[in-house]
């Protein structure tokens, strides 16, 4: 079980105030890493911090801003002296980008799938650049991506996030690939597909705002969701854990589902 362990190792955690990201952030935290969450709103970086104690620390980044990210990552260096782990967790939705009876997909605004299509795929490949490279300087690594169930089902509604996780689940396998060719074979890539979460982003999907009841495409989710029931953050921590840990030290490349068997269930 010792291999489970992530004694002296330093995690950055992408996002780290988010709901499932805090969560990831405070278990690999037990575990014995040092965390670092990167977050635009500093102050709820320091809170998330404190909640997770002495050995977490909260440094202001904006994924889609490489000068922010080699900032944090030099401030980061400065306090504990490496990067071994960097989560990518940062990601998210938005109503306007979003398809319904009322808002046709000819009529999405650009602005808006472009702020998707950004947060999603961008704030991806941008951390890893930065991360990455620290990790390529020492040859050893791990990167972890978050993918989605859309990028192995296509949703309906969401157009652009399911175009976005499909170029990420897409990108964590080449850049295993690169990694291990180009670069070190002791830097490992790999992502988690997380199936229904309940979280901020999608809640206006799956809860009636009004009412407080399950939506029409909540039902259905949880009708092909062979487990019955939406994921809770801890339900991906352990996945996680192994596929960060020395404990998958042979496994590079792979999109892992965490989903309740949603992604092999047909109805039938």
Not at 31 to 49: I, N, P, S, T
Not at 150 to 159: E, F
């Amino acid at each position: 079980m010792d291999a489970f362990r992530l004694d002296g190792k330093v995690a950055i955690v992408t996002g780290g105030c988010g709901v499932l990201c805090s969560a990831i952030a405070g278990f690999l935290a037990q575990q014995g890493a040092r965390v670092a969450l990167l977050d635009r709103r500093k102050e709820r970086g320091q809170e998330c911090a404190e909640e997770i104690g002495e050995c977490a620390a909260a440094f202001y980044a904006d994924v889609l801003e490489r000068d922010s990210l080699q900032a944090a990552a030099d401030q980061v260096l400065d306090l504990w002296g490496s990067v071994d782990i960097l989560i990518n967790c940062a990601g998210g939705n938005r109503e306007d980008a979003t398809t319904s009876p009322e808002r046709l997909f000819f009529d999405l605004p650009a602005e808006a799938l472009k702020w998707a299509l950004d947060l999603n795929l961008l704030g991806t490949l941008l951390p890893s650049q930065v991360f990455g490279r620290q990790m390529a300087e020492h040859n050893q690594g791990v990167i972890l991506n978050v993918s989605s169930m859309s990028a192995i089902r296509p949703l309906t509604r969401v157009v652009a996030y399911s175009a976005a996780k499909a170029g990420v689940s897409n990108f964590t396998q080449w850049l295993a690939v690169y990694m291990a060719n180009e670069c070190s074979p002791n830097i490992r890539v790999n992502g988690i597909a997380p199936g229904f979460f309940l979280t901020e982003q999608n809640r206006y999907l799956l809860i009636d705002a009004a009412t407080g009841e399950m939506t029409e495409r909540g039902r259905q989710i949880l009708a092909h969701t062979p487990m019955r029931r939406f994921g809770s953050p801890k339900d991906l921590l352990h996945t996680v854990l192994w596929l960060v840990s020395p404990a998958s030290a042979f496994v590079t490349g792979i999109i892992v589902p965490v989903d309740g068997g949603f992604s092999a269930y047909w109805g039938v």
